[in-house]
Every structure is written in structure tokens, then in C-alpha cells.
């Protein structure tokens, strides 16, 4: 799918944008809906921040990618200064910070 394809290109964009999009050709396909643009990336765009109003948790694929590897340092007993850090967690503490309150305490 080319718009598909689009949206995986730009790499800010988050897999919930991309699923939006396969969401719309799939409905559009079934004759549920009509979609009456070629931008659909934009489309899913407004409905991914439409969502994010209401569920600030979404995170986007970095804020993902960092806590994977912050988890996978942790467990490997990696010890790490604020340079290494960064460059083996894709965030800084700050940043990972911020991703952690986003998605929320811990129960």
C-alpha cells in the first residue's frame, strides 16, 4: 500500500498512525467507508492526536525503542554515566523520565 508506505518513511511517525491508515483502506475496502482524499497519512494524523488528547500514554517508536533498551541495560548489569546513557538508551535520564510519567506509575 503506497500510503502506507509514506507513513513508514517518516520515522516520527508513531505505529498507531500507520495502523490508522491500514484501518481506513481496510473500512474503504468493505464499502463502510469512503475516504475523499489521497492524504491519508494526514487524516491519520489528525485522528492519532484526536486519540493522544485523551490518552496521553501513547508512545512514540523512540520513547518505545529507549525503554526496551533501558530495560535490557538494567538486566545486563550495565552501568552507565549520563554520555553512555544516552548513547545506549536513545534518551537522556530526563528524556526517559518524562516517558516513564507519560505512561503512567507503576502499580
Known amino acids: 500500500m503506497l500510503l502506507a ?3 513508514n518513511r517518516n520515522h516520527g511517525k508513531l ?14 475496502e468493505s464499502g463502510d467507508i469512503v475516504v475523499a482524499t489521497t492524504m491519508r ?3 491519520a494524523s489528525k485522528i492519532n492526536r ?3 488528547a485523551v490518552s496521553p500514554n501513547l508512545l512514540t ?4 525503542s529507549a525503554i526496551k533498551n533501558a530495560v535490557n541495560v538494567t538486566w545486563s548489569g550495565f552501568p552507565l554515566d549520563d ?3 544516552q548513547t545506549h538508551i536513545g ?5 526517559l523520565k518524562d516517558t516513564l510519567d507519560k505512561m503512567g ?3
Do not use: D, H, Y
Open 83 to 85: 554520555w553512555g546513557f
Open 5 to 7: 508506505l509514506c507513513v
Open 15 to 28: 505505529v498507531v498512525e500507520q495502523a490508522i491508515v491500514q484501518a481506513l483502506n481496510e473500512l474503504e
Open 50 to 52: 484526536a486519540v493522544q
Open 105 to 107: 506509575k507503576a502499580e
Open 61 to 64: 517508536q523512540e520513547e518505545f
Open 91 to 95: 534518551l537522556t535520564r530526563e528524556q
Open 41 to 43: 497519512s494526514q487524516v
